[in-house]
């Protein structure tokens, strides 16, 4: 869906012959560490020479375009280049580090009034890292299992003021956390606490607990 021109594949390396049958030598990487906050360090750190690193989950499906009549399912590579270039532009242009895309469709995440955010959320299932805009700022690899999209939000909010999340688009992905392997390995809800109570140490009142579920968390971003 992303095609092969300017496209890497991160694996650990326990996983690379088996992920070789389907995908490309020539694109395949591995990788060594755990964690999803020591992952996401990786890809980003061994990308640094790129104008924008743009990391997404294996189980993305499409990318939605939501400003129409109905909405619409984008899975050709070359349109969905464009519609990420188009977003690592504006972000560049107002000197932001991180972008994104709306998390959702529902009608409480969006409005047609409302076609981009310069504050919330940024999800990782996609997003854009501008490596020259970053300084010093990086992924918590102590955030092993979940929030470490959270933290860099808010380190990127306190430190560059703006994110940049373009809220005509979101992408959309298979049923999470029921694959084997990968973070399956590490996942508990013990864990699952422990990172939600390192970021609530971190940013105090910013971090809310959510009162959905017991480990996630709602951002009350005063900016």
Do not use: W
């Not at 909010?157 to 694959?179: P, T």
């Amino acid at each position: 869906m992303l095609g092969k021109s300017d496209c890497l594949v991160y694996v650990h390396k326990n996983e690379y012959d088996d992920y070789l049958k389907v995908v490309s030598k020539d694109i395949l990487r591995t990788h060594n560490v755990q964690g999803i906050g020591a992952i996401r360090k990786h890809l980003y750190e061994n990308n640094k020479d790129q104008d924008y690193v743009f990391e997404v989950d294996d189980d993305i499906t499409y990318f939605e375009y939501k400003f129409s009549d109905k909405v619409k399912m984008i899975a050709d590579a070359d349109h969905i280049k464009n519609v990420v270039d188009n977003a690592y532009q504006v972000a560049y242009d107002i000197g932001t580090p991180l972008f994104s895309f709306a998390a959702g469709i529902g009608p409480f995440l969006y409005t047609q009034l409302d076609h981009v955010f310069f504050s919330g959320f940024v999800n990782f299932v996609g997003a854009g890292i501008i490596p020259s805009l970053m300084g010093d700022i990086t992924f918590d690899q102590r955030f092993n299992v979940m929030h470490e999209d959270h933290d860099l939000t808010l380190q990127v909010k306190y430190h560059k003021r703006y994110v940049f999340i373009d809220g005509r688009y979101s992408i959309r992905s298979r049923a999470r956390n029921l694959g084997v392997g990968g973070l399956s390995l590490l996942r508990t809800s013990s864990e699952h606490l422990k990172c939600r109570e390192l970021l609530m140490r971190k940013f105090g009142d910013v971090v809310q607990p959510s009162s959905k579920k017991e480990d996630k968390v709602v951002l009350r971003i005063g900016f």
